[in-house]
């Protein structure tokens, strides 16, 4: 979160060679940001302001003047992996992975909630066929019956590069944050 007032017209991402910047702004002229880019696991330097403006402070305005603005300590980053493949299970025992555990995806897709849902109805929809039962389906049999078609887009789209890690900067509460 960078302390305003900033005008800026809306809500928005911004893709580029190597990252992504996404820009929210509050009624209260602050404005929510994250920037990803890709870099490898447990990457880091000395300054992370430093290496946020060199990476996204020749962008089009206003992620420059945003970029300035973020006070030192209030800029954090942190690694989001990538998997190589899909998980072959999401049912281990009397444990099913859901949501975020499930789909890796990075946090500026929104996708988490969304895909805890619909876990949600297709585990019930499994369930609900072998009552008493433990349910142990791979992930990608049972319920690829029960898969949207634009899954598979999503997780394409949520990929950095195989084996690789995407650096995620913001400000304490958002999603790179966490």
């Not at 580029?16 to 990457?43: C, L, V």
């Not at 190589?84 to 988490?112: E, I, K, N, Y």
């Not at 634009?150 to 590069?161: D, F, Q």
Request: a positive charge; glycine letters at 12%; aromatic letters at 6%.
């Amino acid at each position: 979160m960078t302390d305003g007032p900033f005008e800026t017209p809306a809500a928005g991402e911004t893709l580029g060679r190597g990252g992504r910047f996404g820009i929210a702004p509050m009624p209260d002229g602050r404005i929510y940001w994250y920037a990803t880019a890709s870099a490898p696991a447990d990457w880091r330097v000395p300054d992370e302001r430093a290496e946020l403006i060199r990476r996204f402070g020749g962008r089009h305005e206003p992620i420059p003047a945003l970029v300035h603005a973020a006070r030192a300590d209030a800029v954090r980053r942190n690694d989001i992996l990538d998997l190589a493949a899909p998980l072959s299970t999401l049912v281990h025992g009397r444990v099913a992975l859901g949501g975020d555990a499930a789909h890796a995806m990075t946090p500026d897709l929104g996708q988490g909630g969304n895909q805890a849902l619909e876990d949600a109805v297709t585990l019930a929809a499994l369930v609900a066929r072998e009552p008493g039962s433990t349910p142990r389906w791979p992930a990608t049999t049972r319920r690829g019956e029960h898969e949207r078609p634009r899954s598979p887009a999503a997780h394409g789209r949520s990929a950095v590069s195989p084996r690789r890690a995407a650096g995620c900067w913001g400000s304490p509460g958002t999603p790179c944050s966490a």
